[in-house]
């Protein structure tokens, strides 16, 4: 038995897969949150319908492109160039931060790209108990927390996170911070975007390279007692933030190399 389509599938544009519009979304949905494999077995068991990988793949291309044709639009309707902010007087009082990362995907049909992931959120200081400090202190906590990602390169990656800004109020926040691991890329991004923020590198890649530098001084397996002491005392100089320490201490050891990220990102 053959296919057949209405003449007008083409003009509403409608992909030619024999599943209608409503199953279509619950299809591309599903995908964007299983493999492929998966959401096709979740289908066939509960929706009763049997949708072939290259159908699936179809569909979420299809209508990919329209969402990426979208969203592209409400890009360009916020661009540096429309938007006019108001006076710095006029700033509201809510904590902003941005965090942003990139990695690589490895996509259908296409192989390893590179995709840039970025959030904007709201900073909420609540009082507890410093896990550094044992005392009672203000935390930092982030809330109400927006995506965007980009398949792309820096300069792709840079218009999206200026519109998640633009929607989230982040331009015309008194408080803004940007937490990074440190990447150069992040910084440019990060100058165009907000670029009287307050720059942080993120606790988790700062202790990561304090370690690498108590590995290096400390190498062996039997000096181990002494690369523990050591870390966890200039953790602590670190967390308090006593940046020039490290980097001293760095120089005297005679790794003056290692000391060159420190200086970088104090």
């Known amino acids: 038995m053959g296919k057949a389509f209405f003449p ?8 030619r897969s024999g599943f209608s519009p409503a199953f279509a979304k619950q299809m591309v949905w599903l995908s964007g949150l299983l493999p492929f494999e ?3 077995e979740v289908m066939a068991r509960i929706g009763q319908r049997f949708v072939s990988q290259s159908t699936t793949w179809r569909m979420v291309k299809h209508y990919g492109e329209q969402l990426q044709a979208v969203v592209e639009h409400q890009r360009g309707q ?10 710095a007087r006029h700033d509201h009082k809510q904590r902003k931060g941005v965090s942003m990362d990139g990695g690589m995907v490895n996509i259908r049909g296409e192989g390893w790209r590179e995709m840039k992931v970025g959030t904007v959120f709201d900073v909420e200081l609540r009082l507890e108990r410093n896990p550094q400090t044992h005392e009672l ?5 982030g809330v109400n927390v927006h995506y965007t990602a980009v398949l792309g390169t820096k300069a ?3 218009p999206a996170l200026w519109a998640l800004a633009v929607e989230h109020d982040l331009p015309t926040a008194h408080k803004r911070s940007v937490v990074a691991d440190g990447a150069l890329w992040i910084w440019d991004v990060a100058e165009d975007v907000c670029p009287d923020a307050q720059q942080v590198v993120d606790w988790y890649h700062a202790t990561e390279h ?3 530098a108590a590995l290096a001084l400390y190498p062996n397996e039997s000096d181990l007692p002494k690369r523990h002491r050591w870390f966890k005392t200039y953790q602590h100089h670190l967390y308090m933030g006593h940046v020039e320490t490290i980097i001293s201490v760095l120089h005297k ?3 003056p190399h290692l000391a060159t990220y420190w200086l970088w990102h104090r």
């Open 8 to 15: 007008l599938d083409e003009q509403l544009g409608l992909p």
């Open 38 to 40: 998966q959401s096709i």
């Open 78 to 87: 916020v661009n540096v160039e429309r938007i006019q902010l108001p006076d």
């Open 137 to 141: 202190d203000k935390i930092a906590h």
């Open 156 to 158: 792709d990656f840079t």
């Open 210 to 212: 304090l370690y690498k």
């Open 253 to 255: 050891r005679h790794l």
